[in-house]
């Protein structure tokens, strides 16, 4: 339900939003796009940052969707204003950004939320600073979070990496070759430039943290350590999003001609990209073969490894690494995911705003004397508890006035339906 729900569920909105705004209306005025182009960049920043201070596997990965579909919508809300502004090659291009974006984004989430499954089914916890060690006893699923993770951190050969290139190719160039842009767009693209740069700089960092902490290093409690692996079943579903993920990244060109097609075919304009093997952009200066660039990724790991090897193939020497005279290493001493995102979360204190509390217990006998100290930390979503929660706790309030009103009596149902209709036969006598 997890994947369905973040992989495909929340790509409606998506639709809507472009179906509407770009086919059924034809456009629209420039502000309304400039406001999809910001909100986008504000949720895509946003998400990021919650994700990256979450120890709860699940809401880091929905976390992490919030970040994709603003990242979504920063295309989209592009696309509208180069259309607005007369320039149909650039928002076909940004259109195919987006729409590329949501299927490269369906497949490594089904992924990643799939391989959650997997280890909530077999540790039981979904805390990232209870689990470790998995991949030794669930080396698949490793694999395959491992495969989710580098395709979501946007970096080569991921299969993010293509559609959020040609996001950013679509906002570098507008300011200089739309001739139709104001100042406020003109200031506003390259913004959106930073925010997309520093939401993936914090996807690799949440990515690490999580296949890291989860799945590295020794295991941190009894759940962990015997944990197994799941199912040829469970598996399998992974293996295909696994797959689609792979194919992706490697040979997007499989899927762009669809998307550019249909990106050209709700703008009226052109496809804004061509090549079967190499990515060619029309009408703007770009060019990028994820193929050869996973070739000469292969080849320069594998010369760097090889030299390593030559190098160091006479001189290794097997020793115990110095542990400060305290003896074997163990799991108390690694990293936890609180522990791994802290520094940023210092960085970032004024966004995400953490709460703090210090609970001091002292001895009955001495104030003088601590008998305990409690300390707590946690980073509550301001968002879903300044805005969200009102609005529920409002929507609940008129659900309960309902219910009182609605007591099943038909004497009262005729009487809500008689005064209705002598207001309403006022209001016609008032306002005629």
Known sequence: MSALMSAAMVNLGVYGIVRVGLDLLGGGPRWWWLLVLVLGAASAVYGILQAVVRTDLKRLLGYSTTENMGLVLVGVGASGLYAAAGDPVLAALALTAALLHVLTHAAFKTLLFLSAGSVVHATGTRDLDALGGLRAAMPVTTAAFGLG????????????????????????????????????????????????????????????????????????????????????????????????????????????????????????????VQGAVAIQLVGVDGVMSPLLLVAALAVAVAAVAGALRWLTARRVRTARPWDCGGGPMSSRTEYTATSFAEPLQRVFDDVLDP?????????????????????????????????????????????????????????RYLGYGFVTLCGLLVLLVVTR
Do not use: N
Request: proline share 7%; charged share 15%; net charge positive.
């Open 149 to 272: 993770a580098l395709a979501a951190s946007a970096l080569p050969p991921g299969t993010a990496f293509v559609s959020e290139w040609l996001l950013l190719q679509s906002l570098v160039h507008g300011p200089r070759t739309a001739p139709g842009l104001d100042v406020v767009a003109s200031i506003v693209l390259p913004l959106a430039v930073a925010a997309v740069a520093l939401t993936a700089g914090l996807a690799v960092a949440t990515f690490v943290k999580a296949f890291g902490v989860g799945f590295l290093a020794r295991p941190r409690t009894a759940e962990a350590a015997a944990a197994r692996e799941s199912s040829p079943y469970m598996l399998a579903g992974m293996g295909l999003a696994g797959a689609a993920c792979i194919a992706l990244a490697l040979a997007p060109t499989l899927v762009l001609p669809a998307v550019a097609g249909a990106a050209a075919d709700v703008l009226h304009a052109g496809p804004a």
């Open 355 to 411: 709460v703090q509390d210090v609970d001091v217990t002292h001895h009955r006998e001495s104030r003088y004397l601590v008998a305990a100290v409690a300390y707590r930390r946690s980073v509550p979503d301001r968002i879903e508890t300044g805005l969200y929660a009102p609005v529920l706790s409002a929507a609940a309030a008129w659900g309960r006035a309902g219910r009182r009103l609605a007591t099943g009596s038909v004497h």
